[in-house]
């Protein structure tokens, strides 16, 4: 394996690692607290129990994210020198920010863990809803620094070093918004329905059972109204992508050739020696209405950019194929499940949703992993989208395969032990039924 | 030698400070993690529950402050993040393994461990065998982030490209004695500064007694290691050996951090705990301060100083005005936290 090719597989597999214990520790405080304050409000005391073993989970969860973020800020310089002496000034400043949030996040975070009989309730709560709320400032700030890497903005490059630095002006990347919205959706979406999956699992053999019913309640009423906007969010990125990194919506979309009135494929595999993507069902002036809200515009096709300028346009295609698949029908089950929630029904009266649910449980993540290969693959081979290559970037150590063998063995273990545990913990829910509990 | 502090300056001061919080804070979590791997006696299963209360629920917070310390070194300083990545990527790399297992194997076993009421004869296994993980990982993870210390005060990490040869660019500059002297001090200073805590935070008087009596040995080991490790800077790093013994200001910090070592000792010995916590700290801040005022004006001795690695002084006003924005939020938090899970006595609300 290629030193370079090992450092980006280190890095990528790091990252696809970390986003999930990252997005869970944004997601989860939310729920943890609208049951807290729900058990509060009613004396339910079910919620109150479903708050402590939430709780439970997510401190596994968040100290495994913590340390696996801690191995990113270091590989950013251990696999990646020559980028970050060039960026760090650049782009440092988000990291910083990112810094003091996260130190919020894990203060509060022990108070609300740990605090249950030291402190008030309402200060108790309070811990909970400063979690939330740093946690997700956390993500905004480096979902920031990423969003520069794609649009570049705040330097001026000279003789192969950047000049006239202006952090401030590089945080306001034009990327930022967009990928901040989705990303942040995201957490929301991929870890209220996964959550909701899981509870309603155990709904379809005790559909009485008091304890999943009300966590797949709070879940849903998190993770649903995310995954309906996510589309949107969606949107808005694509669009931005049109206009700042054409090549990445080329390999997106699988579009080789320049043309006003280009169709958006669906599915389809694009074969890069040919220069085109078979299979694909064609919706005629779809990809130009969606790209440029033109039916009639020009969409450039990779033809316009030199070959070396590329990205590996069959994965990018391909995951941005999976995202858009799965994300849709997480939206399309979230909209049924609000629309029976909107009226007042049971939710576990319509076996099929819950199914549907259960099968949508993974796909948050799914979309998540796919969604970070079309961002950072499809910069490729750029690691400053037209300005830095990854190439350029990588250490010069060699050997890059060990360090990433060794860490990738390392994080498979450590999935596997929290998979376990997480299991181990679902399967020691209460049994409560309604007609118990009331 | 300029005399005006810039921003350069400061903010190499405000990693300063935060590395010294690391070290007090997060140091003393690993030190804990020493004495779980060294509990014995009768008391042995008392000793590791005590470390386990003491260090959940504050360790992730103090484990931050050493991300603070990374993101304003590439943020401020990235000509010498990037030549501390690409020299010291082995026992950088080694001690983030050490870091991952130290914290996972905690976490594992705090949750679903002996007090939670919830283990089976089977799950007991597991939980002692996440034990030894995290006691292993805590053990190893200071010595590597000693030898990483130790290299960059050796002035052993000149720029990458001027040297051949892959055991002399990526293994010799940190593989050194005076490297593995500052990373058996960085170990003992750890356990030291968690088994002097400890004595202040533990309610049971026998178990006071145990702790007392570690933070004796520990104090011992320190004073060698210490001792060993300037032998050896003499030796084998002339300029930082040069720098602790000649500098304008090393007769004071000599004799600042000789008396907080022998105060630590003495309240120790005397039972008067609270004095030798403060002592202890004291003692061990002297320590990181002088290798710190030793290299300066050097951010990587022999030839990358501060200002010649700092970033545009923009980024540097930034950081500042960020960093005191970060502390209004974040010191009224730490303080909150420690009074909820450090105030004495340390047991639950009634």
Known sequence: MPDLLAARSQMAMSLGFHIIFAMVGIAMPVLMVVAERRWQRTGDRIYLDLAHRW??????LFAVGAVSGTVLSFELGLLWPTFMEHAGAIIGMPFSLEGFAFFTEAIFLGVYLYGWERISPRAHLAAGWA????????GVFVVIANAWMNAPTGFRWVDGRAVDVDPIAAMMSPAAFPQVLHMTLAAYAATGLVVAGIHALPL????????????????LLIGAPAALLQPLSGDLSARLVAQWQPAKLAAMEGQFRTERGAPLRVGGWPDEAAGETRYAIEIPRGLSLLAFKDPGA?????????????????????AFQVMVGLGSFMALVSAAALWVMSRRRELTRHRWLLRTLVLAAPMGFICTEAGWVVTEVGRQPWIVYGFMRTAEAVTPMPGLIVPFLVFTSLYAVLGVVVAWLLYEQVLRSPRTTEEDAA | MTAALGPAELVAGCALVALTAYVLLGGADFGGGVWDLLASGPR???????????IGPIWEANHVWLIIVVVLLFTCFPAA???????????????????????????????YGAGHGEESGDAAGTTERWGRVFAIASAGTPVLLGLCVGALAGGALPAPGGRTGFYATFVAPWLTPFGLGVGVL??????????VYLTVEVQDDDLREDFRRRALYAAVVVFVAAFGTLGLALLEAPLMGRGLIT??????????????????????WRRRYRLARVAAAGQVSLILWGWALAQYPYLIPPDLTIRAAAAPRVTLVLVLWGLAAGALVLFPSLIYLLRVFKREPAGPRA
Not at chain 1, 204 to 219: E, G, I, Q, T, Y
Not at chain 2, 186 to 195: D, I, M, P, Q, S
Not at chain 2, 260 to 265: E, G, K, N, R
């Open chain 2, 247 to 268: 500098g304008p200001w090393a007769p004071a910090l000599h004799a600042a951090t000789g008396a907080a070592a022998v105060t630590a000792l003495w309240a120790l």
């Open chain 2, 44 to 54: 042995r299963r008392q000793q590791r529950a005590l470390v386990a209360e003491a």
């Open chain 1, 204 to 219: 379809l053999r005790h559909p009485r059972n008091a304890f999943h019913r009300r966590a797949l309640s709070v879940a």
């Open chain 1, 298 to 318: 020009e969409v450039k096709g990779l033809e316009a950019f030199p070959r070396p300028d590329w990205p590996p346009v069959t994965i990018v295609h391909v």
């Open chain 2, 186 to 195: 960085t170990l003992a200073l750890f356990a030291f500064l968690a088994a």
């Open chain 1, 55 to 60: 709780a439970k989970g997510t401190a596994i």
């Open chain 2, 81 to 111: 993040f990037a030549r501390l990545a690409v020299t010291l990527h082995i026992p950088l790399s080694l001690m983030l393994i050490g870091i991952v297992l130290r914290g996972s194997a905690f976490t594992f076993r705090s949750h």
């Open chain 1, 131 to 138: 979690v939330a709320v740093s946690g997700m400032l956390s």
